[in-house]
């Protein structure tokens, strides 16, 4: 009986420094996060990437609703 309590904890001592060697071994990310232009809201002022803004007669808006209200507001 003692044998085998002996084998079950070398086991889980084995497994445990398994782990911690796979997670040591991970090669670092060369990945850099892609780096966007920020752009500001010529009505509110929120700062958006360019990507997800609504250009207009040069100007960015970070939604419909702020370039139909920056339009009316010019007529």
Do not use: D
């Amino acid at each position: 009986m003692k044998y085998l309590l002996l084998i079950a904890v070398l086991y889980v001592l084995w497994r445990v420094w398994k782990k911690r060697q796979s997670v040591s071994v991970k090669p670092p990310s060369e990945r850099r996060p892609l780096e966007e232009r920020m752009v500001l809201c010529a009505h509110c002022g929120v700062h958006l990437p360019e990507s997800e803004a609504l250009q207009e007669h040069g100007r960015s808006f970070c939604c419909e609703a702020h370039r139909a209200a920056a339009a009316t507001s010019e007529k």
